[in-house]
């Protein structure tokens, strides 16, 4: 069975860190990059970063670039975001999923599959 589990989630002030764990199982993980998504309420799913498992080729949203690093440990099958310098505007609820390399570039949450449950990102102000 394919699995995602994220963690990691929590409440920080504003200027905080936190980092984010999605650990996979019951697939072949070097085959597949993973994505980090984002809801806020009442917003659309969209992608906050990726990376390809099995090169390390990354991509990031512009609205987190320079604030968030993507990383994997292929040992643990499992993927980290590392979210640092948080905004009030970086709360929602975080999902990690899988999908083939080729979808990295445009991080469309259509083109991702076997979504986990998510875990929740509050930043106070």
């Known amino acids: 069975e394919v699995q995602l589990v994220e963690s990691g989630g929590g409440l920080v002030q504003a200027g905080g860190s936190l980092r984010l764990s999605c650990a996979a199982s019951g697939f072949t993980f070097d085959d597949y990059a993973i994505g980090w998504f984002r809801q806020a309420p009442g917003k659309e799913r969209e992608g906050v970063s990726c990376i390809s498992s099995s090169d390390g080729s990354t991509n990031y949203a512009d609205s987190v670039k320079g604030r968030f690093t993507i990383s994997s440990d292929n040992a643990k099958n499992t993927v980290y975001l590392q979210m640092n310098s948080l905004k009030p505007e970086d709360t929602a609820v975080y999902y990690c999923?899988?999908?083939?390399?080729?979808?990295?570039?445009?991080?469309?949450?259509?083109?991702?599959?076997?979504w986990g449950q998510g875990t929740q990102v509050t930043v106070s102000s």
């Open positions: 999923a899988a999908a083939p390399d080729i979808f990295i570039a445009t991080m469309a949450p259509r083109d991702f599959g076997s």
